[in-house]
C-alpha cells in the first residue's frame, strides 16, 4: 500500500538536534516499509526557512490535496493532531498519531487556553478515521474525547497502542569497570521538573569521585546547539549516550508524567542504558519486568541506587542484559507497529453520531495563510479604535527600510545610568545600535525619546499632539495605588494605568520602520503589544528580575491580594509577549514553574563595558576621596535606595568592618552610589555618591566585597568587579546567577568569619589574588555588551 506521512517537521538529519515527532515518524516509517508499504512523507512550509520548497512541501491546502491526488495513498498518517486541519476531503483513511496528548502538556504552560485548545482537538479529531496512542492510560484518556468528537464506541473504539518504541538496538561501547556515568538527556519540559533527582546526584558525585553526571538538555526544540543549552545533535547524542552507563528519568510526580511515553527512555535503552524511572510513568512496569533498570519513587531511593552501583559496577551487567531482552522481544517497532499492520490490512471507517459542530480551527496548526484564523469580530476598545482611525490618518508615514528598527519601551530613571537597571538598558540600547539596527527608546518622559545610531544616543522631542493625548500623572499614578500595586515600586507598572505610553509608542513605530518591540520590565508589554497589533512586529519582554518575588522578599507590608495582583500581570505580559530574556537560569527556572513556556524564555547574562575598563587609566583614589594613605580599599557600588544594598553596607559596618579591626587591618570601604543614608553607618565608610566613569575608580580598589542577603536577577556589580581586576569576595546570594566556581573566579562565603578571614587572606596573598584577577577577567572576556546583544538578535528578527 501506498501510504501518504503529514509530519509538522523535515526529516530525521543525525546531523542535527533531533525533536520527539522526527524520531517517531522515522520509527513509523521504518516499520511500514519493512512490512512491504511504500511511504511518501510531506510537511507544511516553514514560513521562516530559507529552504526552497520541494514536491514534498506544500503551503496551502489546495497544494496538499494535489499531493494527495497525485500520490493516491490507500491511508494517511498524520504525525500531529493540528495537521488534521490542514486535509481536504479525501476517501483515504486517516490515522493519527496522538502519543504525546497536548492537553496535558498545557496546563504547564497555556493552562488558561485549555477550553479553547479542547474544543479546537475535538473539531480535529473529527477528521480522523483510527487513531494511535503510546499505552493504555493515554487510550483511556483519548476515548472520552471521541465520544466527545461523536464516535459511535459502543461496539469498537478506533485506537491502536503502538508505544515509542525503539529502531534497533546499538552495539554498546566498552565501558568502565571503576566509574559510573549517568546520562539525563531530552528537553527540559515544565512538567518534568527534576531538580531535585539533580542536587542528589551532585551530592553523591561529590562524596564519591567514581559517579560522573552528564547532561544533553535544553530548551528549544527543532534548533541547532547553542550556548544556551547542552543539546546535541542526534548522530552526536547516540555516540555520547553510548558512553554512559545508566539512563534518567526522573521528575516529579504529575498527571503529565502518568500518563507519558517518553522519547528519552528508548534513546537510552537503544544505546543499551538502563534506566532509573519513577514508578508512575507508564514505562515502569515494563522496565520492572524486564530488570532493565530501576523504579523508585522519590529522590532518597536513587541516592541508594547510585552508591549500590557505584559499591558494585558489576551489578550493571544484569540490567544490561534486561535492557537488550526488553527490546530485542518486545519495545521494538517490529512488535509494537503490529496493531497499526493490521488496520492497514483492513481499514475501516469507523460509526458516527452526529453533534453540532464547533466551527474551531487549530491555533496550533504551522502557519499557513489559508489556515489562520480571521480576526475576531469581537467588540475592540475604545483607544484602540480612536488610535488607529485618528493617529494613521493624521500622521502615521512609516519609512520604508530594508534592516527594520527596534523600539525600547521601559522606565524613565535612566538618566544618569547609576544603576544597573539603568545601565543594562542603554548599554543594550548602544550595543543593538552597532548591530546596524536603529534602536528608539521612549520613557515615561512625555516631552522627548531617544535614538541610537551607531552606538551614540541623540534626543528628540515629541510633537504637541502627542504630549497632548496624556492621562495626568497623578490620576494614572493614583489608579495605579487603587489597583494595589506598591509605591516603592510604582515605576516598573505605570503603563498599566498610564495610557501615555500606548500614545508615545505608538506615534513611534507609526513614524519609523519598527520591526520589533523591546519591552524592559513586565507591564511595558502593554504598549508594545498594541503598537503590535497595528503594524505588527516581535515583542520580546527583558526580565531584570522576577520582578513578583523580587518585590515579595523585598516589600514586608505586601500583602497576599496585592501579591497575587503583581503576579498575575507579570505572568499574562510574559504569556503575551513573542520572546523573553531571564537574565539567569534561576529567573528562567522560576517563570517555568509559574506556567511560562520554556521554548520562550531565553537566559541571555548580562553584559560588561569591557573597553571601558581595559583602555582607562584608573585615578589615586586615596587622593581623589581622602582615604587613610595606608589603608587598603574595599570597593561597593549600587543604589542605596534600593534595600538590599543598603542592607548590605549596614552589613559591612556592623559585621565586617569591627572584625577587621580587631585583627590589626586597615581598612576603608569606598561606597560608590546614588541616594545614600541620611546618616554615617561607619567611620571608615565613605559614601561618594555616582561617579562618571567606574571604569576610573574601581580598578584602584583592592577587593570587592559583596555581602549581599536579598535581591533578585544576577549582580552586574560582580561583573563589573571582574572586569575591573579587583578579586571579589561575595556570599551566594551576591554572586547568585553567575556560574562561577568558589575559590577560582571569586570567594563564595556566607559566615562573617569567614569573610573576613577571607579579605584577610587576599591582602596578604598577592599571587592567590591574582589567581583570581586572572582567572575572574577570563570569565567576563565573551560578556563585552556587543557580544552579548547579539544573542538578542534572533529574538528580534
Not at 14 to 43: C, D, K, S, Y
Not at 524 to 548: D, I, M, T, W
Not at 654 to 659: Q, S, V
Not at 773 to 792: H, I, M, P, S
Request: hydrophobic share 40%; glycine share 6%.
Amino acid at each position: 500500500m501506498k501510504i501518504l506521512y503529514l509530519t509538522v517537521e523535515a526529516p530525521l538529519d543525525p546531523a542535527a538536534v533531533a525533536t520527539g515527532n522526527q524520531v517517531r515518524a522515522q520509527g513509523l516509517t521504518e516499520a511500514l516499509e519493512q512490512a512491504g508499504h511504500a511511504v511518501i512523507g510531506v510537511r507544511p512550509h516553514d514560513a521562516e526557512s530559507t529552504e526552497p520548497p520541494t514536491t514534498s512541501v506544500y503551503r496551502t491546502r489546495d497544494e496538499l490535496a494535489a499531493l494527495i491526488n497525485k500520490h493516491e495513498p490507500g491511508a494517511i498518517v498524520v504525525g500531529y493532531w493540528s495537521l488534521l486541519s490542514h486535509l481536504p476531503s479525501t476517501s483515504a483513511p486517516v490515522i493519527l498519531d496522538y502519543t504525546a496528548p497536548r492537553i496535558l502538556e498545557l496546563m504547564f504552560q497555556e493552562s488558561r487556553e485549555i477550553a479553547e485548545r479542547t474544543a479546537e482537538l475535538i473539531a480535529a479529531l473529527r477528521r480522523a478515521d483510527h487513531f494511535l496512542v503510546g499505552n493504555q492510560r493515554q487510550a483511556d484518556l483519548l476515548l472520552s474525547q471521541l465520544l466527545q468528537a461523536g464516535f459511535d464506541c459502543r461496539t469498537h473504539v478506533p485506537i491502536s497502542i503502538v508505544p515509542i518504541s525503539a529502531r534497533h538496538l546499538s552495539e554498546q561501547s566498552s565501558r568502565s569497570a571503576t566509574s559510573v556515568t549517568v546520562a539525563n538527556a531530552g528537553m527540559d519540559w515544565p512538567w518534568r521538573n527534576a531538580q531535585a533527582y539533580r542536587h542528589i546526584i551532585e551530592s553523591v558525585a561529590q562524596k564519591n569521585s567514581a559517579l560522573f553526571f552528564r547532561e544533553f538538555t535544553g530548551n528549544y526544540p527543532g534548533k541547532l546547539p547553542d550556548s544556551e543549552n547542552t543539546l546535541l545533535s542526534y548522530g552526536n547524542l547516540k555516540g555520547a549516550l553510548k558512553e554512559c552507563d545508566i539512563g534518567l528519568e526522573l521528575g516529579e510526580q504529575n498527571t503529565e508524567r502518568e500518563f507519558s511515553h517518553s522519547f528519552r527512555s528508548i534513546e537510552y535503552l537503544e544505546c543499551g542504558l538502563p534506566i532509573i524511572i519513577n514508578s508512575w510513568i507508564p514505562l515502569a512496569s515494563d522496565i520492572a519486568k524486564f530488570n532493565a533498570g530501576w523504579v523508585i519513587d522519590s529522590p532518597t531511593e536513587l541516592e541508594k541506587v547510585l552508591n549500590e552501583v557505584l559499591a558494585d559496577p558489576s551489578a550493571l551487567d544484569g540490567k544490561r542484559e534486561g535492557v537488550t531482552k526488553l527490546v530485542s522481544t518486545a519495545l521494538n517497532y517490529r512488535c509494537t507497529s503490529k496493531p497499526l499492520l493490521e488496520y492497514l490490512e483492513n481499514p475501516q471507517r469507523p460509526n458516527r453520531i452526529a453533534v453540532q459542530t464547533t466551527g474551531v480551527t487549530s491555533s496550533e496548526a504551522p502557519a499557513l495563510k489559508e489556515f489562520q484564523e480571521q480576526p475576531s469580530s469581537a467588540k475592540t476598545s475604545t483607544l484602540k479604535v480612536f488610535l488607529g482611525a485618528v493617529f494613521k490618518s493624521l500622521f502615521f508615514k512609516r519609512r520604508p527600510e530594508s534592516t527594520p528598527d527596534i523600539l525600547m519601551v521601559t522606565r524613565s530613571d535612566l538618566f544618569p545610568a547609576d544603576h544597573g537597571a539603568a545601565v543594562k538598558i542603554i548599554r543594550t540600547a548602544e550595543a543593538l545600535s552597532r548591530q546596524g539596527r536603529d534602536v528608539w527608546l521612549t520613557t515615561d518622559n512625555r516631552r522627548e525619546y531617544y535614538q541610537f545610531l551607531d552606538g551614540q544616543m541623540i534626543t528628540h522631542r515629541f510633537p504637541l499632539l502627542v504630549r497632548f493625548f496624556c492621562l495626568p500623572r497623578v490620576l494614572a499614578f493614583a489608579r495605579l495605588l487603587l489597583k494595589g500595586y506598591p509605591v516603592s515600586n510604582h515605576f516598573l507598572y505605570l503603563p498599566v494605568t498610564d495610557t501615555s505610553y500606548i500614545v508615545r509608542t505608538v506615534w513611534l513605530a507609526g513614524k519609523k520602520p519598527v520591526g520589533a518591540y523591546q519591552a524592559e520590565f513586565p507591564a511595558y508589554v502593554r504598549p508594545c503589544r498594541f503598537a503590535r497589533s497595528l503594524f505588527g512586529g516581535k515583542v520580546l519582554l527583558v526580565q531584570h528580575n522576577v520582578e513578583y518575588e523580587r518585590i515579595k522578599n523585598q516589600v514586608r507590608d505586601l500583602t497576599e491580594k496585592n501579591y497575587s495582583t503583581l503576579k498575575n500581570l507579570e505572568v499574562a505580559m510574559c504569556h503575551l509577549a513573542d520572546n523573553i530574556v531571564a537574565v539567569s537560569d534561576n529567573d528562567r527556572n522560576k517563570m517555568i514553574e509559574d506556567g511560562i513556556p520554556a521554548e520562550k524564555i531565553h537566559t541571555i547574562p548580562h553584559g560588561v563595558d569591557l573597553h571601558a575598563f581595559r583602555s582607562t587609566e584608573p585615578l589615586n583614589i586615596h587622593a581623589r576621596y581622602g582615604l587613610p594613605a595606608g589603608d587598603k580599599v574595599l570597593v561597593y557600588h549600587g543604589t542605596y535606595s534600593y534595600p538590599p544594598n543598603l542592607e548590605s553596607m549596614e552589613v559591612i559596618a556592623r559585621e565586617i568592618l569591627p572584625r577587621l579591626q580587631d585583627r590589626g587591618l586597615k581598612i576603608s570601604v569606598l561606597a560608590i552610589g546614588s541616594k545614600p543614608p541620611d546618616f554615617p553607618l561607619h567611620a571608615k565608610i565613605h559614601f561618594v555618591g555616582s561617579v562618571d566613569n567606574l571604569a576610573e575608580v574601581i580598578p584602584s580598589a583592592d577587593l570587592a566585597v559583596v555581602p549581599l542577603q536579598d535581591g533578585g536577577g544576577t549582580r552586574m556589580k560582580i561583573l563589573d568587579y571582574f572586569a575591573a581586576g579587583v578579586p571579589v569576595i561575595s556570599t551566594e546570594k551576591g554572586i547568585e546567577g553567575i556560574p562561577v566556581t568558589n575559590g577560582r573566579e571569586a570567594i563564595i562565603e556566607d559566615d562573617m568569619n569567614s569573610i573576613c578571614d577571607a579579605i584577610e587572606s587576599l591582602l596578604q596573598n598577592n599571587e592567590k589574588a591574582e589567581e583570581i584577577r586572572q582567572a575572574a577577567n577570563n570569565f567576563v572576556n565573551e560578556l563585552g555588551w556587543d557580544a552579548v546583544v547579539r544573542r538578542y538578535l534572533p529574538l528580534l528578527q
